[in-house]
């Protein structure tokens, strides 16, 4: 099926169930909010970190990300900051700057500098990011997330009031949740359901366990890149059932993981994966996962 079919089917089930204009507005009108995307731009002001030794090849920029977005009727998007360019925020800063009635930004810091903390409170007061990304290998190079340096990070984070966000492994859940368990009033976001293998259903737990705190998370994301199937995704589905059933509609939150979603559905299949294909999720439900649990975590303003 061509992509521009795809899009129309997804705009016509946006038209239908969010309350454009001719539709009958079932749950009232709520905004397609994308949580999860980046950008990033080979330009001489914003270089690569020296780390980033294969940087990417083509661009990934706000205004191809705009394009999408309006093709396919979301409205507003949250921006992750990207590896490549590790701690150095400008670029997203910059794009910020550039639309800040369209996006919000969560920026990284080094989780193994002791100035991380001051470092966030800069990038939250001054440059107006919305949350911090951290992102511990599972093997022993994230082992610093069971550090001393994490406590003052997550503190800080819990004070200015933005969300933490956490890319890594199920397996590191357990050490995750020694952190959420010191840090009770802070938003927690875990990333792509923890990449939880379908293989190892029971590795699944070790996220689940996580229900038993009120301000985590879940993004539903990556059941393209977990799953053996082709869209849409059965197996991975039925792990997103489960969190379902553990976390409910209002803690989870779907997100597209753009550009990287190219290599798998696209865009607009990664919605229409949603918006149509998860029998399970009924309107209300839906007007949580794409837009509403978003808002609690990143409310933007109303118009
Ligand atoms: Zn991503």
Not at 137 to 166: F, Y
Not at 186 to 198: E, K, N
Not at 272 to 294: P, Y
């Amino acid at each position: 099926m061509p992509p521009s079919i795809d899009r129309r089917t997804a705009l016509a089930a946006l038209a239908g169930a969010a309350g454009l204009p001719g539709a009958a507005p079932a749950q009232g009108r709520f905004r397609i909010i994308d949580p999860h995307v980046h950008v990033w731009k080979k330009d001489p002001r914003y270089p690569w970190a020296k780390e980033t030794t294969r940087p990417p090849e083509r661009d990934a920029t706000p205004e191809m990300l705009l394009e999408l977005m309006r093709a396919n009727g979301v409205e507003r998007t949250v921006i992750i900051q990207v590896i490549y360019y590790r701690w150095d925020n400008s670029y997203l800063a910059h794009v910020l700057r550039q639309y800040p009635q369209h996006f919000q930004g969560v920026a990284r810091v080094n989780p193994q500098d002791p100035g991380s903390p001051g470092h966030l409170s800069r990038l939250v007061r001054e440059q107006g990011f919305r949350g911090v990304r951290l992102s511990p290998a599972g093997d022993e190079s994230g082992d610093w997330v069971r550090g001393p340096l994490m406590p003052p990070l997550w503190k800080r984070c819990q004070s200015l009031k933005v969300p933490m966000t956490i890319l890594a492994p199920v397996t590191r859940m357990p050490d995750v949740a020694r952190l959420i368990e010191r840090h009770p009033d802070l938003t927690v976001v875990i990333d792509h359901m923890a990449d939880s293998p379908l293989d190892q259903p029971e590795a699944l737990e070790k996220l689940l366990a996580l229900e038993r705190y009120p301000k985590v998370f879940v993004k539903i994301s990556h059941t393209w890149s977990l799953s053996k199937q082709p869209y849409p995704y059965a197996d991975a589905q039925s792990q997103v059932r489960r969190l379902y059933d553990r976390f409910g509609p209002r803690r989870l939150m779907w997100g597209t993981d753009w550009p990287l979603v190219e290599n798998y559905c696209g865009y607009a299949k990664a919605l229409a994966l949603v918006w149509d294909e998860m029998k399970f999720l009924n309107e209300e439900d839906k007007s949580w996962i794409l837009s509403r649990t978003v808002e609690r975590v990143w409310p933007f303003p109303k118009a």
